[in-house]
């Protein structure tokens, strides 16, 4: 089984910055795909960004904004990263970080972004 826990949510005034990060720890080993979705009130859950084997993908909403990296120097853990610069009110949501071998199949409790106008 794998853990996520994921750190780094706030609230922020438009414009300002957050860095979100999340920990996989467990059974590591076949993890290729880190990434971070985001669910708005009363909306679906939409891609934020991913990234799979070094190559990352963003949602059209947040291209030249945010920033996803990873760190899976560890042994015992897998770290994905999310940087949001120019937040706007819109990114207002709670952000899951998921991984799996080549997709999403575990998922985080989430943490929560609010971005004030």
């Known amino acids: 089984q794998v853990q996520l826990v994921e750190s780094g949510g706030g609230l922020v005034q438009t414009g300002e910055s957050l860095r979100l990060s999340c920990v996989a720890s467990?059974?590591?080993?076949?993890?290729?795909?880190m990434g971070w979705y985001r669910q708005a009130s009363g909306k679906q859950r939409e891609l934020v960004a991913e990234?799979?084997?070094?190559?990352?993908?963003?949602?059209d909403s947040v291209k030249g904004r945010f920033t996803i990296s990873r760190d899976f120097r560890d042994d015992l853990k897998k770290t994905v990263y999310l940087e949001m610069n120019s937040l706007e009110p819109e990114d207002t949501a709670v952000y899951y970080c998921?991984?799996?071998?080549?997709?999403?199949?575990?998922w985080g409790q989430g943490t929560q972004v609010t971005v004030s106008s």
């Open positions: 467990g059974t590591i080993y076949s993890i290729n795909f």
């Open positions: 998921t991984a799996g071998p080549v997709r999403p199949l575990y």
């Open positions: 990234i799979t084997n070094g190559r990352p993908n963003y949602g």
